[in-house]
C-alpha cells in the first residue's frame, strides 16, 4: 500500500505564501499600515478601521465594514463609497 503524500500541505503553504505577499502589496497600494500577520491572516489599518483579512479564503472582516471575500472587493468597498450598501430606513 503507496503511503500519502502530504503534497496538499505543500501546495497549501506556497498558495498561502504567494497570497500574503499580493495581499501586502495591495494594502500598501490601499494606503493601508499591516498592524499584525501570521500564518492565516493579515490585519491592518486603512483610516480609523482596523480590517482582519484571511488570505487562503480570501475573507475579510472589520469593525464598520461589512463582512466579505476578495481583495479586490475589499479594495473597492474602501475607496468606493457608492459601492456600499444602504442601511435600510
Same mark, same amino acid.
Not at 503511503?3 to 506556497?14: D, L, N, V
Given at each position: 500500500?503507496?503511503?500519502?503524500?502530504?503534497?496538499?500541505? %505543500?501546495?497549501?503553504? +506556497?498558495? =498561502?505564501? &504567494? +497570497?500574503?505577499?499580493? =495581499? +501586502?502589496?495591495?494594502?500598501?497600494?490601499?494606503? @493601508?499600515?499591516?498592524? %499584525? %500577520?501570521? &500564518?492565516? #491572516?493579515?490585519?491592518?489599518? +486603512?483610516? =480609523?478601521?482596523?480590517?482582519?483579512? #484571511?488570505?487562503?479564503? /480570501? /475573507? #475579510?472582516? /472589520?469593525? @464598520?465594514?461589512?463582512? @466579505?471575500? @476578495?481583495?479586490?472587493?475589499?479594495?473597492? #468597498?474602501?475607496? &468606493?463609497?457608492?459601492?456600499? $450598501? $444602504?442601511?435600510?430606513?
Amino acid at each position: 500500500m503507496p503511503k500519502h503524500k502530504p503534497e496538499w500541505k %505543500e501546495r497549501r503553504a +506556497r498558495a =498561502v505564501k &504567494d +497570497r500574503m505577499e499580493y =495581499v +501586502r502589496k495591495e494594502i500598501a497600494s490601499m494606503g @493601508g499600515s499591516i498592524l %499584525e %500577520e501570521s &500564518d492565516t #491572516y493579515v490585519k491592518f489599518r +486603512r483610516g =480609523v478601521i482596523i480590517i482582519t483579512y #484571511y488570505p487562503f479564503t /480570501g /475573507g #475579510y472582516t /472589520g469593525k @464598520g465594514i461589512e463582512s @466579505g471575500r @476578495g481583495i479586490l472587493n475589499l479594495k473597492k #468597498y474602501l475607496t &468606493d463609497p457608492s459601492s456600499r $450598501k $444602504k442601511p435600510n430606513s
